[in-house]
DNA sequence: GTTCTAGAAC
DNA sequence: GTTCTAGAAC
């Protein structure tokens, strides 16, 4: 069927992109069978044809890559910018690290005992990972700069980089968060397998692919949000899980 | 993204 | 009856 794909760790799970003919596996096939555990929806979904959305070529907006349901329209999608702006106006809390490419601040529903949000200050900024292109990897090594020294303060805990492949807010956005996903905030499987699948594209391949193909190697938006549906499993010891309550308890006791 | 809650699932 | 999920929100 295919090639084993199995996840040591579904974090740092990686498709090697194709660079011929690609087997992209399709939502079609893969709702064939329903095999639990299935370790090859955990791949990332990777489009080699061209994509079905046309995108307005170079238009100044923002939003020209995303769907129209994904728009950036509502107000609560717009709930970082006042970080962006005007970073001093809050709390030490709140903002944690301010560089002139890029702040970092705490996110305000964590997913994980720690969770962070750096955010490029620059306003010349694709709306999602999907825009990123060569043109931005001083940005990215900016938030890799950022990442590291979140990191280097909390030498006890692992953190992680990454973006969502589809974000829901406005304004681009790098995840730092610690690997528990131990929060009263995660609440949901969206929540979780955003984290927990190849969902969240880590910073490091993310730079890899543009530095290789000059963007990243991505499905359609409805083949990444796929991953956000596929049934609970631990991201540690790969047991399926029946639900969020019994997830979020199994995760405690995989804390030390 | 979150909150709230109807009704599905147990 | 209680737990849990998933969709509406103007
Ligand atoms: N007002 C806010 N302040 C800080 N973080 C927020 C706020 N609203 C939402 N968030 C976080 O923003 C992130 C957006 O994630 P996403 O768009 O899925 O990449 C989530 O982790 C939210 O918890």
Not at 72 to 85: D, E, F, G, I, T
Not at 173 to 185: A, K, N, Q, T, V
Request: glycine share 2%.
């Amino acid at each position: 069927m295919n090639k084993s794909n199995k996840a040591i760790h579904p974090f740092f799970l990686v498709k090697k992109p194709a660079t011929t003919a690609n087997p992209v596996p399709t939502p079609a096939s893969a709702s064939l069978t329903r095999i639990v555990a299935d370790s090859s929806k955990r791949a990332a979904p990777t489009s080699s044809s061209a994509s079905k959305k046309q995108k307005s070529s170079d238009s100044g907006d923002s939003n020209y890559a995303l769907s129209p349901n994904k728009q950036h329209n509502q107000s609560w999608q717009h709930a970082l910018k006042p970080y962006v702006a005007n970073p001093e106006q809050f709390g030490p809390e709140v903002v944690v690290d301010v560089s002139r490419e890029v702040v970092v601040i705490v996110d305000k529903y964590p997913k994980a005992r720690l969770h962070f949000l750096a955010l490029p200050r620059v306003h010349e900024c694709p709306a999602d990972i999907r825009g990123l292109t060569n043109l931005h990897l001083p940005l990215l090594g900016s938030l890799q700069d950022a990442f590291v020294r979140i990191q280097e303060t909390r030498p006890n805990m692992k953190l992680r980089a990454g973006f969502h492949s589809v974000p829901s807010m406005a304004h681009l956005h790098l995840h730092i968060i610690s690997e528990d996903l131990i929060s009263p905030s995660l609440k949901n499987k969206r929540h979780y397998n955003s984290f927990a699948t190849s969902f969240f594209r880590p910073l490091n391949q993310v730079i890899a692919e543009i530095n290789e193909f000059g963007r990243i190697q991505i499905g359609t938006e409805e083949e990444c949000e796929a991953l956000l549906k596929i049934p609970l499993v631990c991201y540690k010891c790969q047991k399926n899980m029946k639900n969020i309550p019994e997830l979020k308890k199994h995760l405690e006791t995989e804390q030390s």
